[in-house]
T-cell receptor, first 114, second 113 residues
Framework: DVKVTQSSRYLVKRTGEKVFLECVQD?????MFWYRQDPGLGLRLIYF???????EKGDIPEGYSVSREKKERFSLILESASTNQTSMYLC?????????????FGSGTRLTVV | AQSVTQLDSQVPVFEEAPVELRCNYS??????LFWYVQYPNQGLQLLLK??????LVKGINGFEAEFNKSQTSFHLRKPSVHISDTAEYFC???????????FGKGTLLTVNP
């Protein structure tokens, strides 16, 4: 069964900490995405990557950075966590040539910043 | 650019009743349309998609959706819901860019006994 795996289901971090959220996919997908999901706001794209070492900003990149050193792994970094970054974070992946197969999502990481 | 509007944020229904979750989109180019479902504390999974051809698309768990180009809509329907259908449903569109999806804000379907 193909998978997108997010390393943590729940995380609690302190304000000001540097936080790493990890995502690994085993489908040889070129594209990987990071979304945050908040009640009433739906899914908002933070960053995406279409190839190793390549990245593009999404709709809400402020306060975040990403790293993609290997094709299967895409990391989201909160440089200095703040309480307004408390959210559910979803990773997804897809083939590059077309979106016809849709995205495959991980189970999500619920991050609480205290 | 494209956008998606899910017209209802919450839809409560009784078990075995029919349901329709509404989705409207805007795009200046031809689109692909998707519905995803998110069960509590899980990621999103693909329910169905419209790429081309027949405007009535059947998906998993008895759901179907109809693409209406003139009304720019892609409403999701099920003739008889179960308690287990309680979840959040997201409509998504891809147009122009060939690999990015734009999601709606979601509709929470609550099926009551």
């Amino acid at each position: 069964d193909v998978k997108v795996t997010q390393s943590s289901r729940y995380l609690v971090k302190r304000t000001g900490e540097k936080v790493f959220l990890e995502c690994v996919q085993d489908m040889d997908h070129e594209n990987m995405f990071w979304y945050r999901q908040d009640p009433g706001l739906g899914l908002r794209l933070i960053y995406f990557s279409y190839d190793v070492k390549m990245k593009e900003k999404g709709d809400i990149p402020e306060g975040y950075s990403v790293s993609r050193e290997k094709k299967e792994r895409f990391s989201l970094i909160l440089e200095s966590a703040s309480t307004n970054q408390t959210s559910m974070y979803l990773c997804a992946s897809s083939f590059s040539s077309s979106v016809v197969s849709g995205y495959t999502f991980g189970s999500g990481t619920r991050l609480t910043v205290v | 650019a494209q956008s998606v509007t899910q017209l209802d944020s919450q839809v409560p229904v009784f078990e075995e009743a029919p349901v329709e979750l509404r989705c409207n989109y805007s795009s200046s180019v031809s689109v692909y349309l998707f519905w995803y479902v998110q069960y509590p504390n899980q990621g999103l999974q693909l329910l169905l998609k419209y790429l081309s051809g027949s405007t009535l698309v059947k998906g998993i768990n008895g759901f179907e959706a109809e693409f209406n180009k003139s009304q720019t809509s892609f409403h999701l329907r099920k003739p008889s819901v179960h308690i287990s259908d309680t979840a959040e449903y997201f409509c998504a569109v891809s147009g122009g860019s060939n690999y990015k999806l734009t999601f709606g804000k979601g509709t929470l379907l609550t099926v009551n006994p």
